[in-house]
């Protein structure tokens, strides 16, 4: 089984990564993401053993990190993977930390690469195409999930193994002694 941990956008953000995906030049021979598999991947942890799925759970369930607002405000073409990905140029405080406590707690299983904030929107891009600016939408994180991917039919399918909630990013007030 693969798996990954991610956000998982509810049906309102899942609505305006699409709007921002059909926006994109049309391209022989992209493939675009089905939008049901749209996600932000937080930590990448590959193949396991179904034995090792209770240990991930813990792993997610542990976890105390802030909730966090995400500005996806940029269009990238990664040349190297041959995808088209909605990006959030600045990446918030809360996100970084959240990714580091997975990464960190998963370091005894793989190393894994540094969190590049995006939503993969297009595979199969051969060259870059001309990008226009994006219309920018804000993705509210409020829980966390474990995903595994199946990948042996014509596309990826992805399903929600566990999920978590974050906790409020709302700072509360101090109360004054």
């Known amino acids: ?13 899942r609505a ?18 089905p939008r049901e598999n749209y996600h ?3 930590a990448f942890v590959g193949e396991i053993a179904m034995s090792g799925l209770a240990v991930l759970q813990q792993i997610g369930r542990v976890q105390r990190a802030a909730g966090c607002t995400i500005e996806i405000d940029a269009y990238a073409y990664w040349g190297e993977a041959k995808v088209l990905v909605a990006v959030a ?32 929107l297009a595979r199969k891009v051969a060259q870059a ?14 829980s966390f999930s474990l995903v595994s991917s199946n990948t042996s039919g014509a596309h990826s399918v992805y399903t929600v193994v566990d999920s978590w909630p974050l906790l409020d990013e709302t700072p509360k007030p101090q109360k004054s002694l």
């Open 1 to 13: 089984m693969r798996v990954f941990f991610a956000l998982w956008p509810d049906p309102s953000t």
């Open 89 to 120: 140029r600045q990446t918030p405080g809360a996100l970084m930390e959240l990714s580091a406590q997975l990464h960190g707690a998963l370091a005894a299983h793989h190393a894994a690469p540094p969190l590049r904030p995006h939503v993969t």
């Open 16 to 33: 305006r990564i699409a709007a921002v995906a059909a926006a994109l030049p049309a391209s022989a021979g992209v493939t675009l993401v």
């Open 129 to 142: 195409p001309v990008l226009q600016a994006m219309s920018p939408f804000s993705w509210r994180a409020m």
């Open 40 to 42: 932000m991947t937080l």
